[in-house]
């Protein structure tokens, strides 16, 4: 079992459909099992038949072909997880079913993580999956929407391979974004490389993270805030010393 997965020519994902046996008819109206509106898109432009756990596509006379690999096919085609598929202005790739549930890679994910082990984590602060907590291990950690990436989130604005982080010697992280398709934002702003640190707030896509160590705590002491926080304390601790002594003294 398959799940075909459909992104555009700037890999913003499009769609998933299942691939469980049989065949999947792939164009441009409505009768299709996959439908792709596109002015490239035949009527009736391919089709992807599953063969026990071999998943072959062939072209169904369309206009402008179809291509695996970067190469036009001239009949049916043996495709697989690492095969590139272009229809039209469509890429589609294979992903196993089976991969996205990994029960025993989950438990045993689970088992190893150590705090002490990892040198930070990334933890996602709003929406569905608020609380999640994503440790960081590798010197070079790929973010994206598969599971190729060392970080998977997934979310249709997460590209497959959507940001890296890599770890600097002073703990600091150089930030860069991967040409994807819907951003890598900090502070409200797009970036495509910047040095950030622990209590760094990023989002790939629409997906908020907060970069902290492997405890949960950020660099350099309070923020801002705090500090301003604490500012108003004392300067109100100040003036209620002043008009004590005055109230004392009169």
Request: aromatic residues 4%; neutral net charge.
């Amino acid at each position: 079992m398959y799940i075909v997965v459909v992104e555009d020519e700037r890999g913003a994902l499009v769609g998933e459909t299942a691939l469980l046996e049989g065949s999947l008819s792939i164009g441009r109206t409505a009768e299709n099992d996959l439908v792709l509106n596109g002015a490239t898109i035949s009527r009736h432009h391919a089709r992807l038949t599953l063969d026990g756990l071999q998943a072959v596509i062939a072209d169904q006379g369309s206009a402008n072909g179809v291509l695996v690999d970067d190469r036009p096919i001239g009949g049916p085609t043996a495709v697989s997880e690492s095969s590139r598929i272009r229809i039209g202005e469509f890429r589609l790739y294979l992903e196993r079913a089976t991969g996205r549930m990994r029960p025993a890679q989950d438990g045993l994910s689970t088992a190893i993580v150590n705090a002490e082990q990892a040198h930070g984590k990334l933890v996602i602060t709003a929406g569905a999956q608020a609380g999640r907590e994503l440790m960081l291990f590798e010197r070079i950690v790929c973010v994206g929407r598969t599971d190729e990436n060392d970080i998977t989130l997934a979310d249709t604005s997460v590209s497959r391979h959507h940001a890296r982080l890599k770890l600097q010697d002073d703990g600091s992280y150089t930030l860069t974004d991967l040409n994807s398709s819907n951003g890598t934002h900090v502070g409200g702003r797009r970036v495509a490389s910047m040095r950030v640190q622990h209590g760094t707030r990023i989002h790939f896509g629409n997906v908020e993270c907060l970069l902290l160590d492997p405890r949960g705590k950020s660099k350099g002491g309070p923020d801002r805030r705090t500090w301003v926080i604490y500012g108003i304390a004392v300067a109100l601790a100040a003036a209620a010393g002043v008009l004590a002594s005055l109230v004392i003294g009169s």
